[in-house]
């Protein structure tokens, strides 16, 4: 596919890029160039090969999801700077 100078004109109007003479001039030959690389990528015999998302393989490693009773207020708590009444105390914001 050749790209010529009007298509250019008009890609740059698309993508609100300010071209000039000499630029567009320059521009056409290489976006011809890259659509004949798209085009021979899409002679590429590809059958049998499975789609891949990454180029290594990723696992997630998630933990059991198992149920706790939930009782530990007061190791959470331990941590925080100051608790009152079971819960977490915090500075007043809004007065």
Do not use: C, Y
């Not at 001039?25 to 004949?36: C, Q, R, T, V």
């Amino acid at each position: 596919m050749s790209v010529d100078e009007a298509k250019v004109r008009h890609i740059a109007k698309l993508a609100r890029i300010a071209v000039s003479d000499a630029e567009v001039h320059a521009l056409a030959p290489e976006l011809s160039n890259i659509l004949g690389w798209v085009e021979q990528l899409g002679e590429v015999n590809v059958e049998g090969v499975a789609p891949m998302t990454a180029v290594i393989p990723n696992h997630l490693r998630l933990r059991d999801d198992v149920v706790t009773s939930g009782d530990r207020r007061d190791e959470v708590l331990a941590n925080a700077p100051v608790a009152e009444h079971g819960f977490f105390a915090v500075p007043k914001v809004i007065e």
